[in-house]
């Protein structure tokens, strides 16, 4: 799976209790999905961003109802709490990879990517590092679910690249089985759940955060 970076090999965590740790809020984006432009995927791992110093974030080119219930992102609190103070703690763009045993579809541990390169207005991945360390979480038991990564202000939704980027995913025959990616954004202090489908893979559907 070449899109993703480990750069760690994560300990087991235990599900806490709940409520969890209220430090960091989380929410539903003000829309359920949306269509971005379309953009061909290319064989640079980079999801690029419009600048914040010279380009505003524009809405979602389509936005549309979603009739269906909204997907879900289901993530113990730990992984959650490490996402938040991970991606509220660095100035430029970050982020890292979501994992949980194979099979299931909760989050249990974040890998942040921490040999990645990021700008205000770009990340890009260690991919090759990524695959390292995937290798042996497989023989583990475990699996990459997604990537969850921190735009600017006021950039609450996915990129057309970074839609692209999670097309090349599907594309990638080692990915065959992947039947979701699950894609959050950090922004402004929030996580902001989003999955997409390969079935459905020029849409970025809203989901609900579920923490347990």
Same mark, same amino acid.
């Given at each position: 799976?070449?899109?993703?970076?480990?750069?760690?090999?994560?300990?087991?965590? /235990? &599900? !806490?209790?709940?409520?969890?740790?209220?430090?960091?809020?989380? !929410? *539903?984006?003000?829309?359920? *999905?949306?269509?971005?432009?379309?953009? *061909?995927?290319? #064989? %640079? +791992?980079?999801?690029? =961003?419009?600048?914040?110093?010279? /380009?505003?974030?524009?809405?979602? +080119?389509?936005?549309?109802?979603?009739?269906?219930?909204?997907?879900?992102?289901?993530?113990?609190?730990?992984?959650?709490?490490?996402?938040?103070? =991970?991606?509220?703690?660095?100035?430029?763009?970050?982020? !890292?990879?979501?994992?949980?045993?194979?099979?299931?579809?909760?989050?249990?541990?974040? $890998? +942040?990517?921490? %040999?990645?390169?990021?700008?205000?207005?770009?990340?890009?991945?260690?991919?090759?590092?990524? %695959?390292? @360390?995937?290798?042996?979480?497989?023989? &583990?038991?475990?699996? &990459?679910?997604?990537?969850? =990564?921190?735009?600017?202000?006021?950039?609450? /939704?996915?990129?057309?690249?970074?839609?692209?980027? $999670?097309?090349?995913?599907?594309?990638?025959?080692? %990915?065959?089985?992947?039947?979701?990616? *699950?894609?959050?954004?950090?922004? #402004? !202090?929030?996580?902001?759940?989003? @999955?997409?489908? +390969?079935?459905?893979?020029? @849409? $970025?559907?809203?989901? /609900?955060?579920?923490?347990?």
């Amino acid at each position: 799976m070449a899109p993703f970076l480990f750069r760690q090999f994560p300990e087991l965590l /235990q &599900c !806490g209790a709940f409520p969890f740790d209220p430090e960091f809020p989380f !929410g *539903l984006p003000p829309y359920d *999905l949306f269509s971005p432009d379309d953009e *061909l995927p290319d #064989d %640079n +791992p980079r999801i690029p =961003h419009a600048s914040t110093s010279d /380009q505003k974030c524009d809405d979602p +080119p389509k936005v549309a109802t979603w009739s269906r219930p909204l997907p879900s992102i289901r993530m113990l609190q730990a992984p959650y709490l490490d996402i938040m103070r =991970h991606l509220a703690s660095v100035p430029h763009e970050a982020g !890292g990879a979501l994992i949980g045993l194979k099979g299931s579809p909760v989050v249990t541990h974040y $890998v +942040p990517d921490k %040999n990645g390169k990021a700008t205000a207005a770009s990340f890009t991945l260690d991919a090759a590092g990524l %695959n390292r @360390v995937l290798k042996r979480m497989l023989e &583990c038991g475990l699996d &990459c679910k997604g990537l969850v =990564h921190s735009h600017p202000p006021g950039c609450g /939704q996915p990129s057309s690249g970074d839609l692209a980027y $999670v097309r090349k995913s599907f594309a990638n025959e080692k %990915n065959k089985d992947l039947k979701e990616f *699950l894609l959050p954004i950090f922004c #402004d !202090g929030i996580l902001i759940p989003y @999955v997409v489908r +390969p079935h459905e893979q020029r @849409v $970025v559907q809203a989901a /609900q955060l579920i923490l347990f």
